[in-house]
Structure formats: structure tokens, C-alpha cells
């Protein structure tokens, strides 16, 4: 597939108010107001969801979920997400194996055939930039369910949520980032979406292999954000409103060797570094997997949000997502 990097990409539309019909690949996309709508109707959901309240805005619809890499909580919560609002899903995991890719099928191909068979195309793929050339090449809303080391959209609007719904506010904040800052897809939205809002703060915790790179630091810096690098738990300010923190992407690494070595370095959260550097109203943030960074004996600190408010944001807000890219909202 890397001939497919050098193609021209379409203009891909902001919101702008509007998400009917749009694409969903880039945090770039949004705007605060977009935001604002979108936690709005995520409120909804989530009240239909707790009460149990059957829906039909998506009778009749049909979604497509292309999943090039493994997931668990993204394929699940969209799978969920659409069958809740009453529409039905074509399922397709590892598309390597179960399609026409196998035959020599080209991407864009592949995503033309499901095109016809779908109302919209949710798309996880492992190469940076996969999700533009999709939005490119169909007619449908793609929603970028990650690819590669360049974004994931749907996991910052609900991170945001999360971090709204915790705070009300989304400017004025402090927060920590933790882990593979180089290639975690889930801390470059982040920064994107954090950037939207004024005076934010965040300080970066990495292993120096993974830290974030320079040109990303220069660009985050631009777009606002208030940046300081750290290099040990013994520089993480008590004053943090939420810590985020993600594993080592070891699928994006060279090698099983760098990676054990990398993984020697690893932060991990404990019960005696919430005690020594944790506010008592901070929140514990996690896009999960886990993967030796956060101790268990965590998961009942009232601070950690990971398997809790912060997983279930997830359907919530791909429930509206998909309610107003399908013009139901």
C-alpha cells in the first residue's frame, strides 16, 4: 500500500456547525462550537442509554466497521453505539485476511465496495494517513477510528467529554501526558483538541526514545499550548487537574529488542505516585490498553476514570457522532 501516500488528497470539510454527510478524520476539522453540539447530544445519549430507551434514528442504516488493526473498545462502542440508535453494522476485522485485499485488491478499492453496501465507513487502518485517502476515494462519511501514528478523532472528542464533564470547562487546564508521545495517535488528537481551547497546560513524561518529536513540539507550541518536557516522576507538579497516560506502542517500534529495552524505562502509576503527586479532585485518564503502566491496585482510586466514566464517553459520543453525521440530530 505505500504507493498510496503519494496521492493527491481532497480538501477534507470543517463542520463549521454542519455534520451531516461530513468526513470525520482530523481533530483540524472542529471548531469549540462543533464541540459544544456534539457534548450536548452526547448527554442525550447517555440518559437514553441509562434508561434503557429504545431508538430507530438509525432504522435502516447501515455501517460499515473496517478494522486493519486489532480493537476492542472502538470496534465495540461504534458496534454498540450504532445497534443502540437501531441501525446494524458489516463487521470486518482484519481485513487482510477476509477480503479481497488478500487478492491484491487495492485500498481504495476496497473501501468503493463497501461504500455500496453502507450509509458510512468507520476506518481503522496502521498507516498514517489512511483515513484521508478513504475519505478521498468515497461518497460516505469516513470516520477515522485511527490510523497509524497520526490521529484518532473519536477517542479526543470523548477524552475531552470526559475531561468536560469532570471540570466543566475545557480551557484553564493542567494536565500530564505519559508514555509513547512519539507515536501514540491518542496524545497527538489530544493535543490538538486541547489547543482549540486558551491557556492550557500540558507536561510531557517519556522515555527519551519516545518523546515527542521536535517538529510536533514546535507545532503544538504554535497552535498555543503550553508545553514542558519532563524526564522523571519526580518532576510531576501536584497540581495537575488529570494525568493521561498510555503504553508503549510496541507494533510501531523496529524491533522486540527496542521495545524491551524501551519498557525497562516505562512510567507506571501506583498507588504511592497518586498519593505523593495527585491532587484529590484529579482524574486518572487512560485510553487503554493497558499494558504495565497503570498497578490494578489503582483501578478503585475514585480518581480513575479509564474503566469507568471515561470508557462508557465512548459510546455516548459515538452514538451522537453518528446521529448528527447522518443528519438525525
Known amino acids: 500500500m505505500s504507493q498510496i501516500l503519494y496521492q493527491t488528497y481532497a480538501d477534507i ?6 455534520f ?18 456534539l457534548f450536548q447530544v452526547a448527554r442525550c445519549m ?7 430507551e429504545p431508538s430507530t434514528l438509525l432504522a435502516g442504516y447501515v455501517v ?21 440508535l437501531g441501525g446494524q453494522t458489516i463487521d470486518i476485522q482484519n481485513p487482510e485476511t477476509v477480503t479481497s485485499t488478500r487478492k491484491g485488491e487495492t485500498f481504495e478499492d476496497t473501501i468503493r465496495t ?31 477510528a485511527g490510523d497509524g501514528n497520526n490521529e484518532h478523532p473519536t477517542q479526543t472528542f470523548l477524552d475531552l467529554f470526559t475531561l468536560y464533564e469532570n471540570f466543566g470547562r475545557l480551557e484553564n487546564l493542567t494536565g500530564l501526558l505519559v508514555g509513547d508521545l512519539l507515536n501514540s495517535r491518542t496524545i497527538h488528537s489530544l493535543l490538538r483538541g486541547l489547543s ?56 510501531r517500534l523496529a524491533s522486540l529488542e527496542v521495545y524491551q529495552e524501551i519498557a525497562q ?42 474503566l469507568k466514566a471515561q470508557i ?8 451522537a457522532l453518528l446521529a448528527l453525521l447522518m443528519g438525525k440530530m
Open 114 to 144: 463497501f461504500e455500496a453496501y453502507s450509509d458510512a465507513i468507520v476506518l481503522r487502518h496502521p498507516m498514517a494517513g489512511a483515513a484521508r485517502i478513504a475519505a478521498a476515494t468515497s461518497t460516505i462519511p469516513i470516520i477515522n
Open 13 to 18: 470539510d470543517t463542520i463549521q456547525g454542519n
Open 64 to 84: 460499515s466497521l473496517l478494522f486493519f488493526e486489532p480493537s476492542s473498545r472502538t470496534f465495540g462502542s461504534f458496534a454498540s453505539a450504532v445497534k443502540r
Open 312 to 319: 462508557r464517553n465512548g459510546l455516548y459520543v459515538r452514538m
Open 265 to 306: 524505562s516505562t512510567f507506571v502509576v501506583t498507588p504511592q505516585l497518586l498519593r505523593d503527586y495527585a491532587r484529590r479532585d484529579m482524574i486518572l485518564m487512560d485510553p487503554l490498553p493497558r499494558v504495565g503502566t497503570i498497578d490494578p491496585a489503582v483501578d478503585n482510586d475514585e480518581r480513575a476514570v479509564y
Open 196 to 251: 482549540l481551547f486558551e491557556n492550557n497546560t500540558v507536561y510531557l513524561l517519556s522515555p527519551r526514545q519516545l518523546q515527542l518529536s521536535r517538529d510536533d513540539y514546535v507545532y503544538f507550541r504554535g497552535r498555543g499550548l503550553n508545553i514542558i518536557e519532563i524526564s522523571s516522576e519526580r518532576e510531576i507538579p501536584q497540581h495537575c487537574d488529570f494525568w493521561y497516560w498510555t503504553r508503549i506502542q510496541k507494533e
Open 20 to 37: 451531516t454527510g461530513k468526513d470525520i478524520v482530523s481533530i483540524d476539522q472542529v471548531g469549540v462550537e462543533d464541540l459544544k453540539q
Open 46 to 52: 447517555k440518559q437514553q442509554v441509562l434508561h434503557h
